[in-house]
């Protein structure tokens, strides 16, 4: 492959990605609008965040991707779902 062929297939990958993101944040919405209103640290979820975040290192090292691209993918992807599951949350 060279450098186009390579930049189109990651390109294709992030269309997926996308996708796959739509389907998360509509069960973070639906998430926060069952966790109790106005309750942040039920929204925070710091334990359920720090299973996740073991999970996903366990399961990107078995596929051979890097756990810590893993854990810094899923933490900013996690910070950005609970910002806007405070606002569901705050609004349900």
Known sequence: MDLTEVRLA???????????LARRQVLVEQAGRLK???????????ERVAQVIHTRREQAAAAGLSPDVAE???RAMIEAFIRLETE???DA
């Open 72 to 74: 810094a993918v899923w």
């Open 88 to 90: 569901i949350n705050r």
């Open 10 to 20: 990651i390109d294709g990958i992030d269309r997926q990605l996308i996708g796959l």
């Open 36 to 46: 109790p209103k106005n309750d942040a640290r039920a929204v925070a979820a710091t």
